[in-house]
């Protein structure tokens, strides 16, 4: 059940160019509840809240995932309209793309190192932001995630080194990728090409990319509209959730 007014609605004032203008916003209490996130503005939804685990799950089976603003802030949520996703079927990979990972420059392994891949991600620097989203509490709920079998890690190796990875979680036959990093040029595209081909063999059926990227349109992503994504989202998280370690 979505939204029962145990949730208290206030409004954040925003600037832009120089004109105010309020948004409403709706407060998380400690109660597992989150508002529908057809009611989301511009994609923020809600604020405040923990991420336990039970919290994290029932946001994520409803399209909703945290969007930290800064660390010690409250927890800010977030359900974007359009989402980007991938179809695992319709990934594209570059012919360039294709001769490296021929060449088995990268060894690639699932769930081997998920703490230094989700570690790396925080530290990456993002072009155009300021700070990372990955704060300590996020990278501390993602761990407990791991552990209990739901977040998962994909690295890329070169030499025996860690050089790339991506990290996300899974429920159903929805895979939602949070981040990804490299030290190495092509090493974060050859572990999500790795990625996608393990959701084919499992029958995910998709990859949920969050907000629209034109590095991940050129490989195929979408932007659908967030009535779309959540009818889709409803029937996959049917699916049995693959828990536990992922292997090689």
Known sequence: MHTMVMLIQFSVICHLNFVIYVMPIFKITDDLIFPHPSLAEDGLLAVGGDLRPERLLLAYSNGIFPWPEEEDAPMLWASPDPRLVLFPENLIVSKRL???????????????????????????PRPGQRGTWITRDIVKA??????????HSIEAHLDGQLVGGIYGLSLGGAFFGESMFHLVNDASRVALYHLVQRLREWNFDFLDAQITSPHLLRWGAENISREHY?????????KKTRRGKWGR
């Open 230 to 238: 959540l009818r889709i989202l409803h029937e996959s998280i049917k």
């Open 142 to 151: 993602f761990i407990d995630m791991h552990h209990l079998g739901y977040a």
């Open 98 to 124: 294709e001769r490296t990972i021929r060449q088995g420059k990268f060894s690639i392994s699932f769930d081997e190192n998920f703490e230094q891949v989700i570690r790396y991600c925080r530290l990456s």
